[in-house]
């Protein structure tokens, strides 16, 4: 029997009661004077007076407690062949060295520090120090256009920089070096000082004065015993700001307070993922992104687990088996990823063959998440793997999941489409543009009833106008989570599209994710997006964009009828979908969310800004090719 329904039951009936509660598992310098104090920030502050230090409670409390022999990091690259494994000790003694080299850097409490690594451990390290010291890290992801990293050092105005001089991807190297010094050229601030990792693969030149070498500076502070305490910060104090990847106008900085994001994602390491301390848990994503902050790097350490950090991809490092080969050689007992990693896999070894080549005994849970979990993948992996496959929902302002099936707690029914049901913490509703409260089933605009559980981000660096504008202007009470979907009268949530990515077909609104997910459960498609393209007559028309799966081989308009048909039967005849067009491949981000918006803007031939976070800018050019070729820019014939 799941035990979600009490849980929930009682964070309903005591908020404050429920997460004093689970405060209890973190380690406080000084407590809190209030748990929840209503009347601090926007819509009140969590953990109000306490004291305490994250990086204290990632590694020194397990260390003190005799656990530092136990594996807490483990870094597994394919594309290097390199794999490392740091106990609790060992990474003690990494982190307090980096923290004692940016202490001579001038770096103190408060100041931020701006992160531009590829996926080494020593990023991990980095975020680690900063938050030794009580100063602010600000991940940038590593490989992100200069002009788009100075944005992000004007505005977080850091102290230093931590780097590398290269990132590695299959079949190429990406120069990190030339990159940062160009963002810092066009930035009007200037970082005093930057710590660069030099990597075999392609060193780089380094600037007198200005840049010093990571691992010569490390190895001396360690060899000299040169280490630091952990500096006590308010519970409400920034521990990192995490700029979202818009792609237009200035990003948003999300800022994260320490107290309650320690209390939130130590809860859901046990109670949501059901991973114990000793465990090895894996977050199959890029520090660069929320999920890498929370899980990679603070969820796991946080709970006494061990993390991989994997530098590699899904699919070419070297098959479509090396997530298998990870959890196989690392024992990882839950894995959390995109979908759009599993579409990869699932693309590239349609039966799953590669997996019986691996023995996943200790394997118990597959979570998903970051873009919308079709039906058709779940029911793939899920067959594939017979394991749980659990979509769960959350955001970048969150922190950790809004919605989803907490396995520690014993996991309900899972529901094909849908992340679940609301955690502890969250009151999601569904309105309408006017802000009522809309009959289950009906789609709308989903919303959190203010004030945000703990983790919840508390303002916007630099912009606490845009924050109210942004997220809090538009239903007042309410936090505005920009996606749309329903809740059915079992209290299942179905995000089915961001509220811009709602289509309006003469009147009709439509989801998009509706459609995608009718696509998706054809056979020979591994995945497809659905974008809605100016009409002169309908105001919106559907247009789908699709890839097959590896080995098919079918006549493009034979398999385009028998998408529209497929639509026109699961959806209805209002949906006027009548274009459904085979591509290579689907432009996305780096955290494997497709560019539906750009997509649409190629389309409707729109001016647009190339998204600052896209994978491949290639794939815009093959898009826009085929949509010529079938006459579909600016109109659908």
């Given at each position: 029997m799941s035990k979600y329904l009490a849980t929930y039951s009682a964070w309903q009936s005591d908020p404050v009661g429920f997460w004093e509660d689970a405060g209890k598992q973190i380690d406080w310098v000084t407590p809190a004077t209030s748990t929840f104090n209503p009347d601090s920030g926007v819509y009140g502050r969590w953990f109000d007076g306490a004291t305490c230090n994250t990086c204290y409670n990632c590694i020194d409390r397990h260390v003190e407690a005799g656990h530092g022999d136990r594996l807490a990091v483990v870094y597994d690259s394919p594309v290097t062949g390199q794999v490392q494994r740091f106990n609790y000790g060992e990474l003690k003694d990494q982190v307090s060295a980096l923290a004692s080299v940016l202490r001579g850097l001038g770096v103190e409490k408060g100041d931020r520090v701006v992160i531009y690594m590829p996926m080494v451990p020593q990023a991990i390290f980095a975020m680690l120090a900063c938050a030794?010291?009580?100063?602010?890290?600000?991940?940038?992801?590593?490989?992100?256009?200069?002009?788009?990293?100075?944005?992000?050092?004007?505005?977080?105005?850091?102290?230093?920089?931590?780097?590398?001089?290269?990132?590695?991807?299959?079949g190429r190297t990406i120069a990190y070096k030339p990159l940062l010094d160009e963002a810092i050229d066009l930035s009007t601030h200037k970082p005093e000082a930057c710590v660069i990792l030099q990597r075999e693969t392609l060193t780089c030149d380094l600037i007198t004065g200005r840049d010093h070498d990571y691992a010569v500076a490390v190895d001396a502070a360690l060899a000299a015993g040169e280490g630091t305490e952990c500096?006590?910060?308010?519970?409400?104090?920034?521990l990192y700001i995490l700029y979202t990847s818009g792609t237009?106008?200035?990003?948003?900085?999300?800022?994260?307070?320490?107290?309650?994001?320690?209390?939130?994602?130590?809860?859901?390491?046990?109670?949501?993922?059901?991973?114990?301390?000793?465990?090895?848990?894996?977050?199959?994503?890029?520090?660069?992104?929320?999920?890498?902050?929370?899980?990679?790097?603070?969820?796991?350490?946080?709970?006494?687990?061990?993390?991989?950090?994997?530098?590699g991809k899904p699919i070419g490092t070297p098959d479509a088996g090396a997530f298998w080969r990870v959890i196989q050689d690392h024992k990882v007992v839950a894995m959390f990823t995109a979908p759009t990693a599993f579409r990869a896999i699932k693309k590239a070894d349609p039966k799953g063959a590669l997996i019986a080549d691996y023995d996943l005994s200790c394997f118990r849970t597959l979570f998903l998440a970051g873009e919308r979990s079709d039906p058709a993948t779940i029911e793939w992996a899920q067959a594939k793997l017979d394991r749980p496959v659990i979509d769960h929902w959350w955001q970048t302002e969150t922190g950790w999941a809004m919605s989803g099936n907490p396995v520690g707690l014993g996991a309900f029914p899972i529901k094909l489409g849908s992340p679940g049901k609301p955690m502890p913490g969250y009151d999601i509703q569904v309105l309408d543009d006017e802000g009522h409260e809309v009959p289950a089933g009906t789609l709308g605009n989903i919303v959190c009833k203010l004030p945000l559980p703990p983790s919840g981000f508390?303002?916007?660096?630099?912009?606490?106008?845009?924050?109210i504008s942004s997220y809090m202007a538009e239903y007042p009470g309410y936090y505005a989570t920009s996606d749309a979907g329903i809740i059915d009268e079992d209290g299942y949530v179905f995000i089915m599209a961001r509220t811009d990515d709602i289509i309006n077909v003469a009147g009709h609104r439509l989801s998009t994710g509706a459609m995608e997910e009718v696509i998706g459960a054809h056979p020979d498609i591994a995945e497809c997006a659905v974008v809605g393209k100016a009409d002169p007559l309908k105001g919106q028309m559907p247009l789908g964009l699709y890839v097959t799966n590896d080995g098919t081989n079918r006549d493009e308009a034979e398999l385009e009828a028998e998408?529209?048909?497929?639509?026109?039967?699961?959806?209805?005849?209002?949906?006027?979908?009548?274009?459904?067009?085979?591509?290579?491949?689907?432009?996305?981000?780096?955290?494997?969310?497709?560019?539906?918006?750009?997509?649409?803007?190629?389309?409707?031939?729109?001016?647009?800004?190339?998204?600052?976070?896209?994978?491949?800018?290639?794939?815009?050019?093959?898009?826009?090719?085929?949509?010529?070729?079938r006459n579909l820019i600016g109109h659908i014939a």
């Open positions: 030794r010291l009580g100063a602010v890290h600000s991940v940038v992801f590593g490989g992100f256009a200069p002009q788009e990293l100075a944005t992000r050092i004007d505005d977080a105005t850091p102290k230093a920089i931590v780097s590398a001089s290269c990132g590695i991807e299959p500096v006590p910060v308010a519970a409400t104090d920034p237009t106008g200035q990003p948003k900085g999300v800022v994260r307070d320490n107290g309650g994001h320690m209390v939130a994602l130590k809860w859901t390491m046990e109670n949501h993922y059901g991973v114990k301390p000793g465990e090895v848990f894996w977050a199959a994503s890029d520090v660069g992104w929320v999920v890498g902050h929370s899980y990679i790097c603070y969820g796991p350490l946080l709970h006494g687990a061990a993390t991989v950090v994997y530098e508390p303002t916007l660096w630099n912009a606490p106008e845009r924050f998408l529209v048909k497929l639509v026109r039967a699961k959806i209805g005849a209002v949906a006027s979908f009548k274009c459904a067009v085979e591509v290579k491949r689907l432009p996305k981000t780096r955290s494997g969310k497709v560019l539906r918006g750009t997509v649409q803007k190629i389309a409707d031939d729109e001016a647009f800004k190339m998204p600052a976070a896209i994978d491949d800018p290639a794939i815009l050019t093959e898009i826009k090719a085929v949509l010529v070729a």
